[in-house]
């Protein structure tokens, strides 16, 4: 996507060299962050420097292309089982993370060259599932709908275009009329803060809603759809996506209003039977009691919005039962929520 008139992706390489758009920084700086080890690139997906399912999946293939150019090559295999490891253990939820890795540690019993070819084509498949997401849910978007989503599913989450944002992407450049309601995204407000940066770069008309107003403007008829991303997906349909996603769900079936989860093949997770096996991160309570942002003297603050002294809990993800989504759109067409249509795409 077009940053001040320059194409960037969220994440790519130079080199062993690993660049991310700092993510931490927007919408208020927009900085690159240059990882040179696997060490900075586990740092920058625990510190959410680089974010979002698809995004952090590149980092996974890039962090093990960085293990082989680090290797001394008397033990690649080994030396990129340690990489795996230490990658897999930065986040717990999305699966695209361990497809990113366990692809470039499988090549790599082929060949270091093939091992190298796919960390590079993690990427860009990414961002060519992206397109096609886009264009099977702009499919879905007629003119003058009112749009809902849920934290950031854009371009920044998966290294270009987007999953839940590339369909509106889509319909915007078909000329629709569309406007989008961003949920702000409580605690760390990827909504307010990234969903509505990707949509005030591209000139997209939106508005950032409190995470607790969704119901409100269903119960108005105001939106008439919501897409959401996912980071990992169940073998029978069940999907975990940001906290919050959940009670979207459920108001919309309430409101009869259709909800659709966005996500690449490389989301779904076939070997867990059901969401309720799906682990989910829980993130330090200091995101729900401090916020960051822009003091009005423009100085970048940190502060403490809760009482000082009370615990906070933070559950970074929830799951949504199959039943309660409307479909599931992937690169190879929009699917229905179930194990048969889940196994008939994989083939299984
Ligand atoms: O914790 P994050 O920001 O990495 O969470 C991932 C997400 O942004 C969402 O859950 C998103 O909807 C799916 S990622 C394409």
Redesign the pocket.
Same mark, same amino acid.
């Given at each position: 996507m077009l940053v001040n008139n320059k194409h960037y992706r969220a994440i790519w390489t130079e080199g062993s060299t690993v660049c991310m758009i700092n993510?931490n920084l927007l919408p208020f700086q927009f900085e690159i962050f240059y990882s040179n080890s696997i060490e900075d690139t586990c740092i920058a997906i625990i510190s959410?420097i680089t974010?979002? +399912? #698809?995004?952090?999946g590149a980092a996974g293939a890039y962090g093990m292309l960085q293990a082989i150019y680090a290797s001394d090559k008397r033990d690649l295999q080994s030396d990129l089982l340690k990489a795996k490891k230490m990658l897999d253990s930065t986040?717990p939820? $999305?699966a695209?993370l361990f497809y990113g890795t366990h692809r470039v540690y499988e090549a790599c019993k082929i060949s270091e060259d093939f091992a190298i070819s796919e960390a590079h084509a993690v990427a860009d498949e990414c961002v060519e599932h992206a397109i096609k997401i886009g264009e099977y849910g702009n499919e879905l978007i007629k003119d003058g709908f009112r749009i809902e989503?849920?934290?950031? +599913? #854009?371009w920044l $989450? *998966?290294v270009d275009y #987007?999953? +839940?944002l590339s369909p509106i992407y889509k319909a915007f450049e078909n000329g629709k009329n569309i406007f989008v309601y961003v949920d702000e995204?409580r605690p760390?407000s990827?909504g307010s803060r *990234?969903t509505a940066w990707e949509l005030f770069q591209q000139g997209i008309p939106h508005a950032i809603i409190p995470d607790n107003a969704g119901a409100h403007y269903l119960s108005k008829n105001e939106i008439d759809i919501i897409i959401? #991303? $996912?980071?990992r997906i169940a073998a029978n349909g069940d999907t +975990?996506?940001?906290?919050g996603?959940l009670e979207k769900a459920i108001a919309a079936k309430f409101y009869n209003i259709p909800f659709y989860v !966005? !996500?690449p093949l490389s989301?779904f997770d076939t070997n867990i039977p059901s969401g309720s096996e799906i682990p989910i991160?829980e993130?330090s309570g200091d995101e729900v009691n401090y916020v960051s942002g822009l003091a009005k003297n423009r100085q970048y603050i940190e502060v403490l919005i809760s009482n000082p002294g009370s615990k906070a809990l933070n559950p !970074?993800?929830d799951v949504t039962p199959a039943e309660l989504i409307s479909g599931i759109i992937t690169e190879k067409g929009i699917i229905k929520p179930t194990k048969e249509s889940i196994e008939k795409i994989f083939d299984i």
């Open positions: 993510q959410m974010r979002g +399912a #698809g995004s952090i986040r939820t $999305a695209n989503t849920h934290c950031n +599913a #854009g $989450a *998966l #987007g999953s +839940a995204t760390r990827q *990234l959401v #991303g $996912a980071d +975990a996506n940001k906290i996603t !966005a !996500a989301t991160e993130r !970074a993800f």
